[in-house]
């Protein structure tokens, strides 16, 4: 469910800022024992939603296939049993690359806190306020916006999330008149 997401990634940041660490989480990429297996609208989603979140290592589960034994099965990940690529493998490969891209800025920001437009879904629900330096035209959209804080300069940056991966979002907002650029 979506609260959960959203609520572990926010827990995961409050224990990695107690003691001071960075935190990591997987990105589940295949189907295993009863869960589902995302598609690469599904990876994206968990991947940009745990960016936003503040998370600085990612790694998949699984990136290849393991062998099913007595107590748990699996279903293709991005790599198969064999050694092939899936159907996952170009899709991952792309979101990678610009996760490789971010990677650098990303680095040097802290993620504060984490906003939310639309429907809301429970307990770690925070709505976004209404002055931040970013906003949407329509608050109807399922979005999430991070407060992150370049560890150097203080500057503030954000990363919108669609958090909807199964209906691509066309998103028009507005900006803060002191951002110079986006």
């Given at each position: 469910a979506e609260s959960t997401l959203w609520d572990q990634l926010a827990y995961n940041r409050t224990i990695g800022r107690r003691l001071g660490v960075n935190t990591a989480t997987y990105v589940q990429s295949m189907a295993w024992n009863n869960c589902n297996r995302p598609n690469a609208d599904a990876i994206r989603y968990q991947v940009y939603a745990s960016l936003a979140a503040g998370v600085k290592q990612l790694s998949y589960f699984?990136?290849?296939t393991?062998?099913?034994?007595q107590y748990e099965t699996y279903g293709p990940a991005v790599?198969?049993?064999d050694g092939n690529p899936t159907d996952l493998f170009e899709p991952v490969s792309k979101i990678n690359a610009a996760v490789q891209a971010l990677g650098p800025t990303l680095m040097k920001l802290d993620t504060e806190d984490v906003y939310?437009?639309?429907q809301n879904f429970g307990a770690g629900w925070k709505d976004l306020p209404a002055g931040f330096f970013i906003t949407p035209v329509d608050?109807?959209?399922n979005l999430a916006f991070s407060l992150m804080q370049d560890?150097?300069?203080g500057h503030a940056y954000s990363m919108m999330v669609n958090r909807d991966y199964m209906k691509p979002a066309k998103v028009s907002?507005?900006?803060?008149?002191s951002i110079k650029t986006l």
């Open positions: 699984c990136w290849q393991p062998r099913a034994n790599i198969d049993i939310f437009t639309g608050w109807e959209q560890k150097v300069s907002f507005k900006a803060d008149e």
